[in-house]
C-alpha cells in the first residue's frame, strides 16, 4: 500500500455514508418530481392555511413590544439555565471553587439583576 491510500483509508467509511445519503436524496426527490401529477388547477394554486381562507394581505405589523418580551425571554431563559447547575451543587462548587467561585457566580448573578431592572426601568415589560 502506499502511502496516499493509508492516508484516505480513514476516511472512506465517511465518504461512502455521505455518497449513500446523498444518493437516497436524490433518488427520493428525482422520483417524487417524475411520479408527481402535473395538474395545475385554481383549488391547486390557491393558499391554503389549515382550512381557512385567507383575508387581507399577510404582511400585516406586529407590535415590537412581541419581540421585545420573546427576546427578553430567551435571554433570561438562556441565564437560567446557567443557574440551574451552580444551584443543584451549591455544596460541591463551594468546596472546591471557595470564595472566588463564589464572587464570581455573585457577579454573575448581580449582572442578570443590573439586566432586569434596566428592562423594569425602560418597561419593556408593560403592555398597553
Do not use: C, H
Not at 402535473?38 to 394554486?45: G, R, V
Not at 420573546?70 to 440551574?84: G, N, R, S
Not at 451543587?89 to 468546596?95: G, I
Amino acid at each position: 500500500m502506499n502511502e496516499t491510500s493509508e492516508m484516505l483509508n480513514p476516511y472512506f467509511p465517511i465518504g461512502m455514508q455521505f455518497m449513500v445519503a446523498l444518493g437516497f436524496v436524490m433518488i427520493s426527490l428525482l422520483t417524487s418530481w417524475f411520479l408527481n401529477p402535473k395538474i395545475n388547477t385554481k383549488n391547486k394554486l390557491d393558499v391554503f392555511e389549515s382550512g381557512i381562507p385567507y383575508v387581507g394581505n399577510a404582511r400585516m405589523q406586529f407590535s415590537i413590544k412581541y419581540f421585545l418580551v420573546a427576546t427578553l425571554f430567551v435571554l433570561f431563559d438562556v441565564e437560567v439555565i446557567f443557574f440551574y447547575p451552580w444551584a443543584v451543587n451549591f455544596k460541591d462548587f463551594a468546596r472546591e471553587m471557595g470564595i472566588n467561585g463564589f464572587l464570581k457566580m455573585l457577579l454573575f448573578m448581580s449582572t442578570l439583576f443590573i439586566g432586569f431592572i434596566y428592562v423594569i426601568k425602560k418597561k419593556a415589560l408593560d403592555w398597553e
